[in-house]
């Protein structure tokens, strides 16, 4: 997501059984797939909007504040990007990270889940900075405009994490309390985001699409099962 101016990784066995996880993926259209093409037509509409001005172009997919002056926004930024660079690396990642949660779970589920972390991370990023640029002793600029996947795409990265092989094996033979758990995902986003760290990147929508990622899977939200 960017600022824009006005053998064991995979869900773990408890999220799906191999049988239904295969016939899922037999039965359903892939939710990846889905998302390539939505991408690809979102991006397109961009560039036929911006013909008729960038205005047109920012008041249909540029999630700015206020956010209730364009609610439709929250939606249509999660798909939209800043240029063909950011396009293609939301979609690599979108198929490295995505792909292994898509075939353990149901293709409505996926999608909810993508929309809604996009959702939040976007407009995270617009109030977090909105009201730390209002701290006198901080030089935080608000975001003036943010758009692209890469908070739902940190989103499923944080998922594939916390609710891999690994990661389970681990917590079956640790009792981990859940404030230590939240407090070390608190420190590994702040690592993977001060990694991702450069101009023009929406870093709180990075922290918060992975934080939520490391929570939703921990508590595997997206079992088929649930």
Same mark, same amino acid.
């Given at each position: ?100 949660? =898509? &075939?353990?779970?149901?293709? +409505?589920?996926? /999608? ?5 972390? #996009?959702?939040? $991370? %976007? ?73 991702? =760290? &450069?101009?023009?990147?929406? +870093?709180?929508? /990075? ?5 939520? #990622?490391?929570? $939703? %899977? ?9």
């Amino acid at each position: 997501m960017s600022e824009r101016s006005p053998g064991s990784w995979g869900p773990s066995p408890r999220s799906v059984s191999r049988g239904e996880s295969e016939s899922t993926s037999r039965s359903e259209p892939s939710p990846i797939r889905d998302l390539l093409v939505i991408f690809l037509v979102v991006y397109v509409l961009q560039w036929i909007t911006a013909l008729f001005g960038l205005g047109v172009m920012t008041g249909l997919f540029v999630l700015s504040p206020p956010i209730d002056a364009r609610p439709w926004t929250v939606v249509t930024s999660v798909y939209a990007h800043g240029g063909f660079g950011h396009l293609l690396s939301n979609s690599v990642a979108l198929v490295l990270f995505g792909w292994p949660i =898509a &075939r353990a779970t149901t293709r +409505l589920r996926f /999608h909810a889940y993508f929309l809604a972390t #996009g959702a939040v $991370a %976007g407009v995270s990023q617009i109030v977090v900075t909105g009201l730390l640029a209002m701290v006198p002793f901080l030089s935080i600029a608000p975001t003036p405009g943010v758009l692209g996947a890469s908070g739902a795409v940190f989103a499923l990265l944080g998922y594939l994490l916390a609710s891999n092989r690994l990661s389970d094996s681990f917590a079956s033979v640790i009792d981990v309390p859940w404030w230590v758990s939240i407090g070390v995902f608190l420190v590994l986003a702040t690592i993977v985001t001060l990694a991702t =760290a &450069r101009p023009r990147v929406a +870093l709180v929508a /990075h922290f918060t699409g992975f934080f939520a #990622g490391l929570i $939703a %899977g921990r508590a595997g939200v997206l079992e088929s099962d649930r």
